[in-house]
């Protein structure tokens, strides 16, 4: 039995909400994030910077009608890393690697 | 929702639901659907009774389809800016509606210049395709119905005359956005009140 050392980059709970939300779209606006997991804009903008920072996600800043506009798309280090991650957490889950 | 740390069921949890909501925020709310259900619709019977009743009018009434342009990009230009994320499947969609599109140009390109006979069938098979991906994709059974609606009207429309088929298209064009269309018109409006 092996328990898989889960990315701590992940294995948080906002990281998590925003990974997991963006897997599942091609693009999403920081409103779309925001209105979604509930969070603060302030935490929010922390927690993007850093999956930022890990190159899990894409930041693009623009105007659209003068209005800022920040879009996250997650990176294929992004994908590669949270398809590990679920394969980790099921190590967690099924320890006998029982199906 | 906070810095915290989670339990390995709860990463789980989160992860389903967030793939849960990202899954359930695209909203279609039909009016394309429906603009171009009326002007296909409109078309058709226009035609249907300058045959009928033996007028032209000069011009050929399909050419409303290039008119039609306008408010579908306004419509697009209109939801882009409110719309804050992209999904996949819309993307696909974009593109499978863009090729239908180019399709349905050539298509009257080159029945303009060869004139060919029943041509308005292959249209009819035409329209069934891009409604009957759409439908599949969004489990929205109308739209998958109005598909299947287009395909068998296809092969009725190989058996009778133009001015049948004119009738079918409208039928098809019924089927297949128009009706669909209210249907999601109406199911946004119920979810914006509640």
């Known amino acids: ?99 | 929702m906070s810095e915290v740390k989670l339990t390995e069921n709860e990463s789980l949890k989160l992860i389903t639901e967030m793939i849960g909501k990202a899954k359930g925020s695209y909203h279609s709310n039909g009016t394309s659907a429906i603009l171009w259900g009326l002007v296909i619709f409109f078309c058709s019977i226009f035609e249907f009774f300058e045959m009928q009743f033996n007028f032209d009018i000069g011009f050929n009434i399909w050419w409303l389809m290039f008119v039609a342009l306008v408010p579908q990009f306004y419509l697009m230009l209109k939801s882009s800016s409110k719309k804050n994320f992209e999904s996949y499947e819309e993307k696909t969609m974009s593109f499978v509606w863009w090729a239908f599109a180019a399709s349905v140009v050539m298509m009257m390109f080159f029945n303009s210049y060869y004139r060919p006979s029943h041509s308005e069938s292959l249209f009819l098979m035409l329209f069934g395709m891009p409604t009957f991906i759409t439908g599949g994709m969004f489990r929205f059974k109308p739209m998958i119905i109005g598909g299947i609606t287009c395909w068998i009207l296809f092969v009725v429309s190989i058996y009778t005359s133009l001015k049948i088929n004119l009738l079918l298209m409208a039928l098809a064009a019924l089927s297949a956005w128009l009706v669909p269309g209210i249907i999601l018109h109406k199911k946004c409006i119920r979810e914006a009140q509640q």
């Open chain 1, 1 to 99: 039995m092996e328990f898989k050392e889960l990315d701590p980059i992940l294995h948080s709970q906002l990281r998590l909400a925003v990974v997991s939300l963006l897997i599942s779209v091609r693009e999403a606006e920081f409103t779309f994030l925001k209105e979604k997991t509930n969070a603060t804009a302030g935490n929010l903008s922390v927690q993007i910077n850093k999956l930022k920072d890990a190159g899990y996600l894409d930041v693009t800043k623009q105007f659209n009608n003068n209005y800022p506009q920040t879009i996250c798309k997650i990176t294929k280090k992004g994908i590669e890393a949270f398809e590990g991650y679920v394969k980790a957490l099921q190590t967690y889950m099924n320890p006998n690697g029982q199906s």
